[in-house]
């Protein structure tokens, strides 16, 4: 699924020494690293927003910004302009294929999928509500049905876990695990709260200053006391 | 009143404006382009003072200079949090220039500073509404046509960037549609007070509806009864048809807001 060949990550300079890792396809797998160490870079340059320094990634075969509309992408820090009373279906609708010119069409098909997909994040109770009344972890869960809505084959979810109280943090776990089980997907998560949710991971990889390690298991990255395994 | 053919040429201009700005303030207000929609008025002075210097029609001039700076303001600022600034330096620039052909045209152009800073719907002639209507359609057909994207770049900048939504394409295809459509109010509102066809309908729509198509109905309905209306008591009452525009926009904001207040509490 991705396939990274001597890389170097970095803005206008280099922040990562050069890598290789090779993700299978419908792995999920956590991303850990202290703050600075690449993690976040690495996803956007998946994404095409962030060139490499050097050396080659491929995304399903593809250069990074090649095939985005199969990735969707949860930011850690975004902007959402929604009026006062547009709902969270609003959202998951608005970004249904919004890539295409011409106008929305908003299917009996689509709406069902909207539906579904809301009932297996667990956002069923609030989904209708406006948007800009719902919690923290409301909202992440309904950005979690709208990163589904285009059905892409990998999903790059960055800090999803922060700000969010040990509840809500609890019922967005059990919607990804809910996700793992039904949905046919690949799986990028960056968090520093990673040891809640290793269970369900496959793999990890290490952003450290000695370099970018692939591990089957957590315990192979406990050096880093943050991590908290 | 009707039967006078200044009153149906000031009802077919105020529809088409009252149309076309319904649609366009949902998005103005979506994209927080607010303060783009007020400068693209004020800067309309100077096109229309440009115009006059060079012998233009002043929709004409307002119209090419808008755009213009629609481009500029479009490239400057492609995510929305950015806009602010871009317009701010492209405002700035030709407000100065605008002061410039003021001076130069002290003494000619004096006499028709009211009707640009404060519009006359009652002149509105027959070659001006084929103007309109043109342009009109032209803004309802491209929005038509990057409605999907835009709605997305508009409401979550960030993830649309991510699935490839160019959105500095869109930035200026919007600013151009802005520009194209804040000529056209100037001609109905004036450019001081085009800011109110581009704001409250799509506040009104804001205050009630629920989805993006429901916003845009209610807009464009609000727009369209607050022109007739006004019309209406303008020719009845002979007060100025833009401080009526202005008041009843204004008044059916503010009956939203109370009646939301109401409702909550």
């Not at chain 1, 059990?174 to 709260?193: F, M, N, P, R, V």
Request: hydrophobic share 55%; with cysteine; charged share 10%.
């Amino acid at each position: 699924m991705i396939n990274c060949n001597n890389l170097i990550l970095g803005y206008d300079k280099a922040i990562t020494p050069a890598f290789n890792l090779a993700i299978n396809d419908n792995q999920w797998i956590g991303i850990i690293g202290k703050n600075g160490a690449g993690k976040s870079t690495f996803l956007k340059t998946m994404l095409g927003n962030l060139a490499v320094i050097s050396g080659s990634i491929k995304i399903l075969g593809q250069a990074p910004g090649k095939i985005n509309q199969l990735i969707s992408y949860i930011p850690q820090e975004r902007e959402i302009n929604l009026a006062d009373r547009m709902s969270g279906i609003s959202l998951i609708l608005s970004s249904a294929v919004g890539w295409r010119f011409g106008l929305p069409w908003y299917s009996h098909k689509l709406r069902r999928r909207v539906a579904e997909l809301i009932e297996l994040v667990g956002a069923g109770d609030y989904a209708h509500q406006p948007f800009n009344t719902l919690s923290g972890g409301q909202k992440k869960r309904i950005y979690l049905a709208q990163a589904l809505v285009n059905q892409p084959r990998l999903l790059l979810l960055d800090e999803p876990l922060a700000d969010l109280d040990p509840h809500a943090k609890q019922h967005f776990i059990a919607a990804l695990q809910k996700i793992h089980q039904h949905q046919k997907l690949g799986l990028l998560i960056i968090s520093h709260d990673m040891h809640e949710i290793a269970c369900h991971l496959d793999a990890f990889i290490h952003f450290s200053s000695t370099g970018v390690h692939f591990c089957e298991t957590i315990e192979c990255v406990k050096e880093d006391s943050y991590v908290g395994v | 009143m009707w039967a006078y053919s200044f009153m149906q040429n000031a009802l077919l201009a105020g529809l088409m404006v009252a149309v076309v700005c319904g649609v366009v303030s949902v998005f103005v207000i979506l994209r927080r382009t607010g303060f783009a929609a007020h400068a693209l008025g004020h800067m309309s002075l100077t096109g229309a003072a440009g115009a006059a210097l060079l012998g233009f029609p002043s929709l004409l001039g307002q119209l090419l200079l808008n755009s213009l700076a629609a481009v500029v303001m479009g490239l400057l600022g492609d995510k929305v949090k950015k806009n602010d600034l871009a317009v701010g330096v492209v405002l700035t620039f030709v407000l100065g220039l605008g002061a410039y052909f003021l001076f130069l045209f002290q003494n000619n152009y004096a006499g028709s500073v009211m009707s640009i800073l404060f519009g006359n719907i009652f002149a509105v002639s027959s070659a001006q509404l084929w103007s309109l209507l043109i342009l009109g359609l032209s803004v309802l057909v491209v929005l038509m046509m990057i409605s999907r994207p835009l709605i997305f770049a508009s409401i979550d900048p960030v993830v649309a960037a991510s699935r490839n939504v160019p959105l500095r394409l869109l930035s200026v295809i919007f600013f151009l549609i802005l520009a194209v459509t804040v000529s056209m109010a100037c001609q109905v509102v004036g450019v001081l007070l085009v800011f109110v066809l581009l704001i409250i309908p799509g506040a009104i729509g804001m205050q009630c509806g629920e989805s993006i198509y429901g916003i845009v109905a209610l807009s464009v309905m609000s727009a369209v009864a607050a022109v007739v209306v006004a019309l209406y008591i303008s020719y009845q009452f002979d007060l100025p048809a833009s401080f009526c525009i202005t008041m009843l926009l204004c008044a059916g904001y503010f009956i939203g807001l109370i009646k939301n207040y109401v409702v909550k509490t």
